[in-house]
């Protein structure tokens, strides 16, 4: 039976991804649990799907671009009974694995915390760590009573028995928010671990800020009528 799967988003991360596994793999030989790692591509125009798939990953091939659609395909093809997501751009040290967890034991998230751990030198621009990412926790936290304190984190892991009853809706990096939403929804309970967020050299972002705090933001209002 796979204990953890491991989801990892991926657009043009050739560069990364095979650390982002190497390191993965490695923490299932550190626990001696079965794992699996589930890289998920939309047509990358770089050797992303080649790479992940000779270290030793899975890779599912989503047709809807986006961060969410991407998410959702690899939570869909996902076995384990805890699923973690990161980054493929190795900007999430995937190295932390077990200590989400020996985490997850006693509730059914936990998730990340950039801001109460340490962002190196040039990991977040300004703009997202000074306002884009507090504004829109602090409006999650006042909106859905959640008690995040980084709602943009994109290191979590869960248990996947969680996503039964859930019906996501966002495509894009709103579903950074939206996960977390459907999560308090439900009363389930969320943890949180300070981690270390690092840079990454050469690397062109997916994030549009002004387009994606916009639809973060959107979707946070909309929402509310589903409350
Ligand atoms: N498959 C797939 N992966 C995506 C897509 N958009 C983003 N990703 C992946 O999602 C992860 C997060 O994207 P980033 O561009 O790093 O976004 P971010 O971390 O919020 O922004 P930065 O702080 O600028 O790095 C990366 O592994 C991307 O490759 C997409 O449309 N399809
Ligand atoms: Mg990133």
Known sequence: MTEISVVIPCYNEEANIHTCISK?????EILNIAGEIIVVDNNSSD??????????????????????NALRCGFANADG???IMGDG???YDFSIIPEFYKEIKDCDMVTG????????????????????????????????????????????????????????????????????????????????IPIHLYAVNNRKS?????????????YMILALHNK
Do not use: W
């Open 24 to 28: 993965a793999f490695k923490t299932f």
């Open 47 to 68: 050797k992303t799907a080649q790479v992940a798939a000779s270290s030793g990953a899975k890779v599912v091939f989503c047709p809807e671009k986006g961060y969410g």
């Open 81 to 83: 009974e805890y699923i």
């Open 89 to 91: 751009d190795d900007s």
């Open 113 to 192: 915390t950039r801001l109460k751990g340490v962002i190196h030198k040039n990991a977040m621009p300004p703009l997202h760590r000074y306002i884009g990412t507090p504004v829109l926790t602090f409006i999650m936290n006042a909106l859905y009573g959640t008690k995040i304190s980084d709602s943009q984190c994109g290191m979590r892991m869960f248990r996947r028995e969680c996503l039964k009853n859930i019906q996501f809706k966002t495509t894009g990096m709103e579903f950074a928010s939206e996960l977390f939403i459907c999560f308090a929804q439900k009363n389930y309970t969320i943890k949180e």
């Open 206 to 218: 997916k994030l549009n800020p002004l387009r994606d705090g916009f639809r973060h933001l959107c």
